[in-house]
T-cell receptor
Framework: GQQLNQSPQSMFIQEGEDVSMNCTSSSIFNTWLWYKQDPGEGPVLLIALYKAGELTSNGRLTAQFGITRKDSFLNISASIPSDVGIYFCAVRRNDYKLSFGAGTTVTVRA | DTAVSQTPKYLVTQMGNDKSIKCEQNLGHDTMYWYKQDSKKFLKIMFSYNNKELIINETVPNRFSPKSPDKAHLNLHINSLELGDSAVYFC?????????????FGPGTRLLVL
């Protein structure tokens, strides 16, 4: 079953705003990943986190691996229209499979 | 240059038919995957192959049979299609560098079973 709780499920954001989404789990994972899926496309890796407490940036995106290894958040700063899409968190399980969260759908108001 | 490609992009077919989806990666990766994304956008792994060998087989009906003719290709054959098979199917490939794996997804095949 689904092991990750991702929130919010969806959000409308104003262009220029900073926004945040997060992912939590009842289990410990050693690798947390954030993907973005544009409409009609496959997911693309945004940020990979491998160390508890790690804070990593990719342009206007910043993600942190929680110190308990049970959560992660993704921030988008200064939103622009092309930030529209579905953002997925994912974890790598001990059997090396990826488990994905349910996704956060982001829509930008111009 | 397309890294991971899938054909067809759209597939509409009748219940009971047999269909195949093809995937190719030109990245030189050893590992390839099939994922299913349902109508609620939930992504779930179905199969994984490493160097043409099956290494992950999630609880998927026997009607789904992956085939890897070589390291660069992983095809998915579906027998006796059912309405519930309607979904987007994503192929992915990955490589490990310094203990870190990066997966690259294809554009997806949108399957609609009528």
């Amino acid at each position: 079953g689904q092991q990750l709780n991702q929130s919010p499920q969806s959000m409308f954001i104003q262009e220029g705003e900073d926004v945040s989404m997060n992912c939590t789990s009842s289990s410990i994972f050693n690798t947390w990943l954030w993907y973005k899926q544009d409409p009609g496309e496959g997911p693309v890796l945004l940020i990979a986190l491998y160390k508890a407490g790690e804070l990593t940036s990719n342009g206007r995106l910043t993600a942190q691996f929680g110190i308990t290894r049970k959560d992660s958040f993704l921030n988008i700063s200064a939103s622009i229209p092309s930030d529209v899409g579905i953002y997925f968190c994912a974890v790598r399980r001990n059997d090396y499979k990826l488990s994905f969260g349910a996704g956060t759908t982001v829509t930008v108001r111009a | 240059d397309t890294a991971v490609s899938q054909t067809p992009k759209y597939l509409v077919t009748q219940m009971g038919n047999d269909k195949s989806i093809k995937c190719e990666q030109n990245l030189g990766h050893d590992t390839m995957y099939w994922y299913k994304q349902d109508s609620k956008k939930f992504l779930k792994i179905m199969f994984s192959y490493n160097n043409k060998e099956l290494i992950i087989n999630e609880t998927v009906p026997n009607r789904f049979s992956p085939k890897s003719p070589d390291k660069a290709h992983l095809n998915l054959h579906i027998n006796s299609l059912e309405l519930g098979d309607s979904a987007v199917y994503f192929c992915a490939s990955s490589h490990y560098i310094a203990g870190k794996e990066t997966q690259y997804f294809g554009p997806g095949t949108r399957l609609l079973v009528l």
